[in-house]
């Protein structure tokens, strides 16, 4: 499910008020919230709710029993787990990357690229940017089996700097994949997705940054030593 810039706000805006105070909340409160109508924050809640990112509750409050004073609350939907630290995810993912199958790359690929737009509805920066990496370091060890590319890609991430390496290779990369012979809708997809990663890349810490380096490394010396 790719979610648009507008639909990610509003749900961002209700994932952090339900994690900051463990209540659920009124359509009219996120309107005050995001400074738009009521009715447009009415409508965006039926959407989000269709595709089971939040949950639509009638209920009552303790003080308010009467007949007729039933409350519209809203809240994330709780089968949407909170994820696992990136730190345990690191090396399965490696793993899976190693041994994906030809024939399982294309939905590996949608998989992560999902888990980078989820992420980014949450406003998880260090997240979106992790799992787009991890795409990309996909599709680039089955591009690059060795050679002038591979090396360059190689001397890329090795960048003193790894917010400019890591966003040079995303370029190449990118690049890369658009050559070998992409959908346009992939394509678009894709090109919004780096540019949403050019500008959290730069907010996210070093610490964060230089272990998607690390990552990505890894992932193109396991492809190369396989051969």
């Given at each position: 499910?790719?979610?648009?810039?507008?639909?990610?706000?509003?749900l961002?805006?209700?994932?952090?008020?339900?994690?900051?105070?463990?209540?659920?909340?009124?359509?009219?409160?996120?309107?005050?919230?995001?400074?738009?109508?009521?009715w447009?924050?009415?409508?965006?809640?039926?959407?989000?709710?269709?595709?089971?990112?939040?949950?639509?509750?009638?209920?009552?409050?303790?003080?308010?029993?009467?007949?007729?004073?039933?409350?519209?609350?809203?809240?994330?939907?709780?089968?949407?787990?909170?994820?696992?630290?990136?730190?345990?995810?690191?090396?399965?993912i490696?793993?899976?990357?190693?041994?994906?199958?030809?024939?399982?790359?294309?939905?590996?690929?949608?998989?992560?690229?999902?888990?980078?737009?989820?992420?980014?509805?949450?406003?998880?920066?260090?997240?979106f940017?992790?799992?787009?990496?991890?795409?990309?370091?996909?599709?680039?060890?089955?591009?690059?089996?060795?050679g002038?590319?591979?090396?360059v890609?190689?001397t890329?991430?090795?960048?003193?700097?790894?917010?400019?390496?890591?966003?040079?290779?995303?370029?190449?990369?990118?690049?890369?994949?658009?050559?070998?012979?992409?959908?346009?809708?992939?394509?678009?997809?894709?090109?919004?997705?780096?540019?949403y990663?050019?500008?959290?890349?730069?907010?996210?810490?070093?610490?964060?940054?230089q272990?998607m380096?690390?990552?990505?490394?890894?992932?193109?010396e396991?492809?190369?030593?396989?051969?």
């Open positions: 499910m790719t979610l648009t810039k507008r639909r990610k706000q509003f961002t805006a209700i994932q952090k008020y339900y994690e900051a105070t463990g209540e659920p909340l009124h359509y009219e409160d996120l309107a005050r919230l995001l400074s738009v109508s009521k447009t924050a009415y409508d965006m809640v039926r959407e989000l709710a269709k595709d089971g990112l939040v949950i639509i509750e009638y209920t009552t409050k303790q003080e308010e029993r009467q007949v007729g004073r039933s409350r519209l609350s809203i809240r994330p939907s709780a089968l949407v787990p909170s994820p696992a630290p990136l730190s345990e995810e690191n090396e399965r490696l793993t899976e990357i190693q041994d994906c199958h030809p024939d399982k790359v294309k939905p590996f690929f949608q998989n992560l690229l999902e888990t980078a737009h989820n992420a980014s509805a949450s406003n998880s920066k260090e997240r940017c992790f799992y787009l990496v991890a795409a990309l370091a996909l599709l680039s060890t089955r591009l690059l089996r060795g002038g590319m591979a090396n890609l190689q890329l991430l090795a960048v003193s700097r790894p917010e400019v390496g890591l966003v040079a290779a995303v370029g190449l990369t990118l690049g890369l994949i658009i050559r070998a012979g992409i959908s346009p809708e992939t394509k678009i997809n894709l090109q919004e997705l780096v540019t990663f050019q500008e959290y890349v730069g907010e996210i810490t070093d610490e964060e940054r272990n380096k690390v990552f990505w490394q890894t992932a193109l396991q492809n190369l030593t396989r051969g």
